[in-house]
């Protein structure tokens, strides 16, 4: 038997979604309780408009009348290519991420840069599921690099090797990064297994 037990409003949608707390027919679709105690079993997913997470506190707190509602995040470590040379000097950088109290996710960091910036966002996300509303990642990957091929659209390149644009700075090559595990060495494979494992422990 199928079973839908979450529905997304809308994904990846672009700064803070006004009609969420507005519009209220749009609220009518979120669960209710009932007034004999019943709640829906449906939980509602909404996502963070990528925003940081503390953007959206208190949001859902005055519609006391709505259960079962849930925010979701997605990170990536690729998707900026700020200078933050090295773990050992995280405030070289920005801090311009979803987690706005971890360390910047950026693909120029090391590799011990991005386990770290991977571990340092389990504080917020467990304060925000534990005071705000129940957080999913509803996306994440163990790659730290854009080298796979249209990840940035067709006929775009890469911020990891400098071909994104003209003048981009140049990270790393693409070669071994990206296609056949076959053609990954030893030493990147375990750092996927590491970046795996920070990221779900």
């Known amino acids: 038997m199928s079973l839908v037990s979450i529905i997304m409003i ?4 672009s700064g803070k979604d006004p009609f969420l707390a507005s519009d209220d027919y749009t609220l009518n ?7 004999t105690g019943q709640s829906s079993n449906m939980l509602v997913l909404i996502h963070n408009a990528f925003q940081p997470l503390n953007y959206w506190s208190g949001f859902m707190s005055k519609y006391t009348q709505y259960t079962g509602v849930a925010m979701d995040t997605h990170i990536y470590q690729m998707f900026d290519d700020q200078v933050c040379p090295s773990s050992t000097s995280p405030g070289a950088c920005d801090r311009h991420s ?13 590799e011990a840069g991005h386990i770290q910036s991977a571990c340092g966002n389990a504080a917020a996300l467990s304060n925000f599921n534990n005071n705000q509303l129940l957080t999913i990642v509803g996306e994440w990957t163990p790659a730290m690099t854009d080298c796979a091929k249209y990840l940035n659209g067709r006929g775009v390149g890469a911020r990891y090797d400098g071909s994104i644009r003209q003048g981009a700075p140049f990270r790393g090559s ?4 990206t296609g056949p595990g076959s ?7 375990n750092f996927l297994r590491q970046t795996w494992e920070a990221q779900v422990s």
């Not at 679709?29 to 007034?35: A, M």
């Not at 706005?100 to 950026?106: G, H, K």
């Not at 693409?174 to 990064?177: D, E, K, R, V």
């Open 10 to 13: 809308l994904t990846e949608t």
């Open 29 to 35: 679709i979120l669960p209710k309780s009932y007034p």
């Open 174 to 177: 693409c070669n071994g990064q």
């Open 98 to 110: 979803l987690m706005d109290t971890s360390p910047p996710q950026t693909v120029s960091l090391d």
């Open 183 to 189: 053609t990954f060495t030893q030493d990147y494979k």
